[in-house]
């Protein structure tokens, strides 16, 4: 394994970028930290380019079972834990980063549902989202435009590895959502101008979830195509929920109807 001790290597520089969104939509690469982050970014179908292990936490790294794991083309560099604290972005780094490269993502057609997160800002409930459409059984996760960059640290750590286990696709101009609808999905939208309990909506078919702005709501490009807009029936009178504890409400009616609970 190759040493690095100055801040100014090449490859360091070219890492610090990818702690910025232009970077990594440039490169189609994003970091993650922590051994078991980078442990499920190596059990999965992505290609891990680089793995930087800082000094202290070098023989944590030869321990642990992720080395016998590590594919040959992936290279692996032991750092100065002063380098170290320049690409990483938690206070208390566990000592491994992992550059991930992004990979192309399938539209499946099949009978289900998707989760459509609709300018949603907040990193944690994007991560939240992500990690229940992928625990609920979802065919994936849509993203419009003006949503919050799901490879940012907040989110993929909110998103507890589920990044690498549910397909989770930019659609900013709805042309897959429109596509998806042409070919069966319906597109359910929450509102306050409805009268139609959402618990009372058949969701054992092709169904897309929309979850809208935590201040805005759903956006008027979605609300206008949507198929069916219900309500979250809410008895103690609050005005709303929470985007994510919305998402997962909604998820997890279809759940309970497809399983007859």
Do not use: W
């Amino acid at each position: 394994m190759e040493h690095i001790e100055s801040k100014d290597n090449l490859l360091i520089k070219d890492i610090r970028k990818l702690k910025e969104k232009k970077h990594r939509v440039s490169s189609n690469m994003f970091l993650v930290e922590g051994f078991r982050f980078a442990q499920e970014a190596i059990d999965s179908g992505f290609d891990v380019v680089n793995i930087f292990i800082s000094e202290r936490a070098e023989l944590k790294y030869e321990n642990f079972c992720i080395k016998n794991k590590v594919n040959e083309n992936t290279k692996v560099y032991i750092v100065s834990d002063n380098v170290f604290k320049g690409i990483c972005d938690t206070d208390n780094p566990q000592g491994i980063i992992a550059v991930v490269r992004n990979k192309p993502l399938e539209i499946k057609y099949d009978n289900g549902f998707y989760v459509l997160a609709d300018r949603i800002q907040d990193p944690g409930n994007m991560g939240t989202i992500i990690r229940t459409a992928h625990a609920s059984g979802a065919l994936g996760v849509l993203i419009t435009k003006g949503t919050v960059d799901i490879y940012n640290e907040k989110t993929l750590r909110a998103t507890m590895g589920s990044i690498f286990k549910i397909p989770v696709i930019y659609d900013e101009d709805l042309y897959i959502v429109k596509k998806l609808r042409d070919v069966g999905f319906e597109l359910v939208a929450s509102s306050l101008d409805t009268d139609k309990n959402f618990y009372d909506v058949d969701l054992k078919g092709k169904i897309i979830i929309s979850v809208g702005n935590e201040g805005n709501g759903i956006s008027s490009e979605v609300y206008n195509i949507s198929d069916l807009k219900i309500k979250i029936p809410m008895p103690g009178g609050a005005e709303s929920l929470n985007a994510a504890v919305a998402a997962s409400i909604m998820m997890y009616e279809v759940v309970r109807q497809k399983n007859n609970i």
